[in-house]
């Protein structure tokens, strides 16, 4: 399946199954995403946070972007997540993940870190966006909530590269309701978290990428839907009945997320 044309597009990252030993599942993990093949869920995004990418190497890595793609077998699209402070590296893994089967890749923006010799923002994502054989979404999630990493400005030239499919908004709010003006056209704005399923939809969010995602994407769905049709009284009526269960959900982690994917 092709990246969905139409929105909203709602991704969730891919919970990874771990045996008693450890080791990864991947059969576990296929017949998972056999069954999210089936929901409302857009697509999958393989080696972030939520999937739990700084406990895996990059072997674990590529095998389980490699069954996520065999086994949604074309019903869905998937997005390989990137952590690199070098645009070098940044730019291999694109293009390793994409010979694994990803459609788009996920990077970070790096640190800001405040120190004047830090290389601008700009010239790290020219690179990777020149050097990636796939589209590229760029996340903004600072290493603390409130944190800022690009300016407005910044991302109105990140947004403007060529090879750019979409912008993840930070759990700063506050600070995003100020930049989709300086989101490019062409760029997609996702919000990040179930919480801010509507207050993203209401400043121009098109779809998200929220953990939010494994449990009911169908309602993830709806919210930005009814938001993008302007039928804001039903969005807060769904938006109200997800909040407390994205609250547990964020205060607890992966953990909680594997628990209620068990339940369901």
């Known amino acids: 399946m092709a990246i969905p044309a139409s929105d909203p597009i709602i991704v969730a990252p891919t919970n990874m199954p771990f ?3 450890e080791s990864l ?5 296929a017949r998972n995403v056999d069954k999210f093949s089936n929901t ?3 697509g999958f995004v393989v080696g972030s946070y939520g999937g739990e990418e700084f406990h895996m190497g990059e072997p674990e890595k590529i095998a389980a972007l490699k069954t996520v793609v065999e086994a949604h077998a074309g019903r869905k699209f998937v997005i390989a997540g990137i952590d690199a402070l070098s645009p070098t590296e940044a730019v291999r ?3 390793l993940y994409a010979e694994g089967g990803a459609d788009l890749v996920r990077v970070r923006i790096p640190p ?3 120190k004047a010799s830090t290389a601008p923002v700009q010239d790290y994502f020219e690179q990777v966006t020149q050097g990636s054989p796939i589209p590229i979404v760029i996340i903004h999630q600072p290493k603390t909530a409130m944190g800022i990493d690009v300016t407005p400005e ?3 030239e990140l947004t403007s590269f060529d090879n750019v499919f979409a912008y993840i908004m930070s759990l700063n709010y506050r600070y995003e309701c100020r930049m989709p003006p300086f989101v490019a056209g062409n760029v997609k704005l996702w919000t990040c978290n179930g919480t801010l ?9 098109v779809g998200a990428c929220l953990l939010f995602g494994n449990w009911g994407p169908h309602i993830a769905r709806d919210i930005i839907r009814a938001c993008l049709d ?17 609250f547990l959900g964020m205060s607890w982690g992966v953990g909680v997320q594997k628990a209620g994917l068990n339940l369901l």
């Open 19 to 21: 045996r008693a030993d």
């Open 230 to 246: 302007g039928r804001y009284a039903e969005a807060r009526e769904m938006q109200e009945r997800i909040n407390h269960l994205d």
């Open 154 to 156: 910044e991302l109105r």
């Open 40 to 42: 409302a869920l857009s």
């Open 112 to 114: 800001a870190g405040g």
């Open 25 to 29: 599942d991947l059969d576990a993990l």
């Open 93 to 95: 893994l694109a293009n």
């Open 197 to 205: 399923l509507m207050p993203g939809g209401m400043i121009g969010a």
